[in-house]
């Protein structure tokens, strides 16, 4: 095949491409930047139930060496490099699902709430449930995995009114009665969550319902005890129609440190030794059964699986699915 260019295109053509040059990048981008991102939430389906992940924020942490322990800063440092994240600036998300069962709409876990204890990015799971079409006076339960200020930091407003006016809190007992310990105020390493356990928790004392290990307290949710991170953290087991995931809470922070070397310590453990006994337990449990998971703050939105890699566990990001 044959193309017969003239001269007269060829000099045409190419006077086009110089003016272009000439007037630079200006005259192909004069639309604005509109500096703005997709909503905070993502929506998929576990057999009869619908499920909306919603996000607080991201919670920086920044550099790791005094948060993540037991290892040698350097290594911990080259496995973020490694997987070409930031070494200097751990950056964790909160995801919290919303699971839609056709009887109950249960909230996992509220995020900091007001608080910017971590920073000024935290704070938007309501933002984020408006933006799903989703409202709080909707939820008929919030499940907390435990009570720390990331988890209950959202569970009642500035002036004590609760945020979710129909939903009764479950929670485990040892984790309620741990972090409202009036007597731990005088602690610094346990002070400023146990202040935010108490205003959180204390107004809705009345609605709370404790949880068992083992148990089935709402319908498809099962409790799994996971003592360490708090001495009452517990993972969830969620069911509908013979599909399942794990929420895990705060099991594993991070999907490569603490993945990688499940036996590294974190400082916000309450048992660092306990949290890597729980840790390793469940994840080979999880990884065994196939079972996918949730982490709270996995990268967004968190949902995939964990699988044994040597002494460890590698994450595998679900592919997000965009039709329902």
Excluded at 207 to 235: C, M, N, S, W, Y
Aim: charged content about 20%.
């Amino acid at each position: 095949m044959t193309i017969d260019v003239s001269r007269r295109s060829l000099f045409a053509l190419g006077a086009g491409l110089g003016a272009s040059a000439m007037l630079g990048s200006s005259a192909m981008a004069r639309a604005p930047k509109l500096g703005t991102q997709t909503p905070y939430w993502h929506r998929f389906v576990l057999g009869d139930a619908e499920v909306t992940v919603v996000s607080d924020g991201p919670l920086p942490l920044g550099d790791p060496s005094g948060t993540f322990t037991g290892v040698a800063k350097e290594e911990v440092k080259k496995m973020l490099a490694d997987n070409f994240l930031s070494p200097d600036n751990v950056v964790l998300e909160q995801n919290s699902p919303i699971v839609n069962t056709g009887d109950k709409l249960i909230l996992f876990d509220t995020g900091m709430g007001s608080s910017k204890m971590f920073g000024a990015t935290t704070g938007r799971q309501q933002k984020s449930m408006t933006e799903a079409g989703i409202k709080p006076a909707d939820i008929d339960a919030v499940v907390c995995s435990h009570a720390h200020i990331d988890h209950i930091g959202g569970i009642v407003d500035d002036g004590g009114k609760p945020l979710f006016p129909n939903a009764q809190i479950y929670i485990s007992q040892t984790d309620f009665d741990f972090w409202t310990d009036e007597g731990k105020l005088g602690s610094a390493a346990t002070k400023d969550f146990v202040v935010h356990a108490r205003k959180n928790l204390l107004p809705v004392r009345d609605r709370i319902v404790f949880f068992k290990d083992g148990q089935e307290f709402l319908p498809g949710v099962q409790a799994i005890a996971a003592p360490g991170h708090t001495v009452g953290h517990t993972i969830f087991l969620v069911s509908s129609a013979g599909k399942s995931f794990a929420f895990l809470g705060d099991l594993s922070h991070h999907s490569v440190l603490l993945l990688e070397r499940p036996r590294m310590e974190f400082s916000y453990d309450t048992d660092p030794k306990q949290a890597a006994e729980s840790r390793v337990k469940l994840l080979t449990m999880l990884a065994a059964n196939k079972t996918p998971v949730m982490s709270y703050h996995f990268a967004w939105p968190g949902y995939g699986h964990v699988a044994k890699a040597g002494e460890g566990f590698h994450y595998y990001p679900e592919p997000m699915q965009m039709t329902l």
